[in-house]
C-alpha cells in the first residue's frame, strides 16, 4: 500500500464527476479531483487586505478601475503528494515518479491554454521531492476567471480504472494530508 497526499485543500470529488472524458473514464489513470479550496482575502480592489501590506489587484484589474468586489484572490501552493523525482514539471500540471508509482497533478482542465500565465513552477525538473515539498504557486481564482474549471487532478499513472477508491464524496482534506492509499496492484 502506498499513501498519496493531498497537493492542495479543497472538497475531494470522484474522476467521474469531471467534465473532462478522458480524465473522468480515469484513462490517464485511477485518481480523484479535488476542488480547490480558494484562498481569497477581503478588501476592495487595489486596497492592501491588511493595513501596511502591498496592494493586491484582481486578475483582470488595474488600479483605475472603478469594480470593487469583497474579496481579492491570492495564490496557492500544490505540494508534492509522494516523495520521488520530478519528471515532468508544466506551469499547470506535474509527474513525479516515487518509487511504486508515478503520479499526475493537473492543476485545472485545460489549463494548458493559458501557456503559463497564473502558475509559477518552484520545483526543477529532474529534482528530488519530498511528500509534501511546494511544486507549483498558482491561482485558482484566476482561472475560475478565465471561465476554466479550478479542479485539481490527482492521478495514479498507468492504473487501471477503480484501483483509486476516493472516499466519501464531499470529503474535505487539507494540503499535505493523506487523500488516498493505492493499493498493491
Partial sequence: MTAVSSPVAGTVLPLSAV???????????A??????????????????AVPGSPAVLSPSSSPDDDAT????PSRSVALAPVSGRLMKGFP????????????????????????GE??????????EVACGDPVVEWDPAAV??????????VCVLG?????????PEGRQVEAGSLLFVLPQL
Fill in 31 to 48: 485518481g480523484v479531483a479535488i476542488s480547490p479550496a480558494i484562498p481569497r482575502r477581503p478588501g476592495p480592489v487595489g486596497s492592501p
Fill in 144 to 153: 475560475e476567471v478565465t471561465g476554466l474549471s479550478p479542479l485539481v487532478l
Fill in 92 to 115: 499547470h500540471a506535474f509527474v513525479i515518479q516515487g518509487d511504486a508509482m508515478d503520479v499526475l497533478v493537473h492543476l485545472g482542465l485545460d489549463t494548458v491554454s493559458l501557456k
Fill in 118 to 127: 497564473g502558475f509559477t513552477l518552484l520545483a526543477e525538473e529532474g529534482s
Fill in 159 to 167: 492504473t487501471p480504472p477503480g484501483s483509486v477508491f476516493p472516499g
Fill in 19 to 29: 467534465p473532462d472524458p478522458v480524465f473522468a473514464a480515469e484513462m490517464v489513470g
Fill in 69 to 72: 468586489p469583497s474579496v481579492i
